[in-house]
């Protein structure tokens, strides 16, 4: 929807002063909680141990969430936390004493918070309920995935459902809104990574008041919202008296209420745990990236500015076929397009699952038997990941656009071992007897577009020859748009070389992650997306 310049105008006419109502909430069990969490984080990740750092990003993901969403705090929760930590005498026994204890703790008090709730999903769905009352136009901002959070509720029946027309999720969704009352939102005020919001919010206001829920010691950016064109500044860097490009002043005023009580609070102890976090992944080998969706499972990585090549399905398009940096001239609705292009024919490797074929139904027949005991024994093994029991369930479903399997190599190794097909051995298409996993592993890294080292090649900017043969094929590309996920074309037989191109459409972006080299540029499964979350 676009909205008329003259409406904001009128608005910030009519709205001279903006307010920012500030719910500041505390709770003894939650300080327990977070307090341990954060030392375990810390311990796990300095300890250098492959194992324990992927604890610790586990843990360092589930607090994050928590911090910044209004969770519903009872057995799942506490099951998450078990799924990456194992029971508490296997805790003390592998990490000693002391991360023993930390986790005890920590364990009872989600306990308690699962008796008692959480007081942040409380004050949210009571704003909900008090907005509705007084009929005041209001709108919820929170990422995609934080929205079943809110969702859920009212559940219960005290409250309507929330309609989908309530929630905006990105800067495009805000700039298409027109002005309203009120604006819902969890967590600080942040430009970058958990609970971020664009800093439009604060120096372009479309709404009269921001309603802000937060937990005790979630402090906002001191610089969220600065523009150099707003001056006027107050102490906590807040537009006061700003002066807008149009010549329109609004003034903020803030209100502080404080809920419940935390012991860390007494003593002014509580530690901002997102922008320690923040400076751990900084400290690591990691660089800036981007976040691009693909589809409902899955998502890409790029490095800031990233020349990416990819497609514009717009039939005006000048260059329909070219490179693109995310987030600028790469935008939603184009297509990546990911080359898997060889001079050597092995025999086509691709995500109809050939290999995929022989583990999955091993996988759905283990889970059919007892889920509980396949769950047990992929623990005992190694393979440390939140919600196990999900991620499993989403390992055994057919291939699509990717072949749905295990993110890490190692993981996956430890997978068919435990299905008993570690020693598998099958006939390679060059004829070679190799190990299923092996196979089986080249065959997901193919389908998520990965580079395989013998004979594939995968880059940002194809040369002359293959932007060209590109070009050839837009009849061919443009006959397939029909489908809402990915597809590939096959590059011509006449060309002397053999592959495919993939094609993956854009469904969103997202900014301020810090993401590892080696997992840039491949498909990943959404769920990993957080541990990289700034």
């Known amino acids: 929807m676009v909205v008329a310049i003259s409406e904001l105008f009128d608005f910030l006419d009519r709205s001279r002063t903006q307010s920012i109502e500030r719910y500041e909430m505390a709770s003894p069990d939650f300080g327990v909680l977070r307090r341990n969490l954060r030392q375990i984080i810390v311990s796990l990740r300095e300890s250098g141990d492959p194992q324990g750092v992927d604890i610790s990003d586990g843990l360092r993901t589930l607090l994050s969430e928590w911090l910044t969403v209004p969770a519903k705090f009872d057995e799942t929760t506490l099951e998450a936390m078990s799924d990456l930590m194992g029971q508490r005498e296997a805790v003390r026994k592998r990490w000693g004493a002391d991360v023993g204890a930390l986790f005890d703790d920590g364990l009872r008090a989600m306990e308690n918070l699962a008796s008692t709730g959480n007081p942040v999903r409380t004050q949210v769905a009571d704003i909900i309920r008090s907005l509705r009352a007084t009929?005041?136009?209001?709108?919820?901002?929170?990422?995609?995935?934080?929205?079943?959070?809110?969702?859920?509720?009212?559940?219960?029946?005290?409250?309507?459902?929330?309609?989908?027309?309530?929630?905006?999720?990105?800067?495009?969704?805000?700039?298409?809104?027109?002005?309203?009352?009120a604006l819902l939102k969890v967590g600080p005020l942040r430009a970058y990574g958990w609970g971020s919001a664009p800093d439009a919010l604060i120096n372009a206001p479309r709404f009269a008041r921001l309603e802000q829920v937060v937990w005790s010691g979630s402090r906002d950016e001191p610089d969220f919202g600065y523009d150099?064109?707003?001056?006027?500044?107050?102490?906590?860097?807040?537009?006061?008296?700003?002066?807008?490009?149009?010549?329109?002043?609004?003034?903020?005023?803030?209100?502080?209420?404080?809920?419940?009580?935390?012991?860390?609070?007494?003593?002014?102890n509580i530690p901002d745990e997102l922008e320690l976090f923040r400076q751990i992944i900084k400290g690591g080998e990691a660089r800036a990236a981007t976040l691009i969706q693909i589809d409902d499972d899955h998502v890409i990585f790029y490095p800031q500015y990233a020349q990416v090549l990819s497609f514009d399905p717009d039939p005006n398009a000048h260059q329909p076929i070219g490179s693109r940096i995310p987030g600028h001239t790469l935008t939603e609705g184009m297509f990546l397009?990911?080359?898997?292009?060889?001079?050597?024919?092995?025999?086509?490797?691709?995500?109809?699952?050939?290999?995929?074929?022989?583990?999955k139904p091993r996988l759905e027949s283990e889970i059919a038997?007892?889920?509980?005991?396949?769950?047990?024994?992929?623990?005992?093994?190694?393979?440390?990941?939140?919600?196990?029991?999900?991620?499993?369930?989403?390992?055994?479903?057919?291939?699509?656009?990717?072949?749905?399997?295990?993110?890490?190599?190692?993981?996956?190794?430890?997978?068919?071992?435990?299905?008993?097909?570690?020693?598998?051995?099958?006939?390679?298409?060059?004829?070679?007897?190799?190990?299923?996993?092996?196979?089986?592993?080249?065959?997901?890294?193919?389908?998520?577009?990965?580079?395989?080292?013998?004979g594939f090649l995968e880059r940002e900017i194809l040369d002359e020859e293959l932007t060209g043969m590109l070009i050839r094929l837009l009849p061919d590309i443009r006959g397939k748009?029909?489908?809402?996920?990915?597809?590939?074309?096959?590059?011509?037989?006449?060309?002397?070389?053999?592959?495919?191109?993939?094609?993956?459409?854009?469904?969103s972006m997202e900014k301020g992650f810090k993401?590892?080299?080696?997992?840039?540029?491949?498909?990943?499964?959404i769920g990993m997306a957080d541990r990289w979350r700034e």
């Open 369 to 454: 038997s007892d889920m509980f005991d396949l769950v047990r024994r992929l623990k005992e093994s190694g393979i440390a990941l939140v919600s196990l029991r999900s991620l499993v369930h989403h390992w055994s479903r057919p291939p699509s656009t990717v072949i749905h399997a295990p993110q890490e190599k190692k993981h996956f190794k430890l997978l068919l071992e435990v299905l008993g097909l570690g020693d598998e051995a099958v006939l390679a298409p060059n004829g070679t007897v190799l190990p299923l996993w092996q196979l089986a592993w080249e065959e997901i890294r193919r389908s998520r577009g990965e580079a395989i080292q013998t």
């Open 135 to 181: 009929g005041v136009d209001f709108k919820i901002y929170c990422h995609v995935r934080a929205r079943q959070h809110f969702n859920s509720l009212f559940d219960d029946g005290s409250g309507a459902p929330l309609a989908d027309g309530l929630f905006v999720h990105s800067i495009r969704d805000y700039r298409e809104l027109a002005p309203f009352d």
């Open 228 to 268: 150099p064109v707003l001056v006027g500044y107050n102490s906590d860097h807040r537009p006061t008296d700003a002066i807008a490009k149009t010549g329109s002043k609004f003034n903020w005023v803030s209100r502080t209420t404080h809920y419940g009580e935390d012991p860390d609070a007494v003593h002014q």
């Open 337 to 359: 397009i990911k080359p898997s292009i060889s001079n050597v024919n092995f025999g086509g490797l691709h995500a109809d699952g050939r290999y995929s074929n022989l583990w």
């Open 481 to 507: 748009l029909q489908t809402t996920a990915g597809f590939r074309v096959n590059v011509p037989a006449s060309s002397g070389m053999s592959g495919d191109f993939l094609f993956l459409r854009v469904c």
């Open 515 to 525: 993401v590892p080299e080696a997992k840039l540029k491949l498909v990943q499964d």
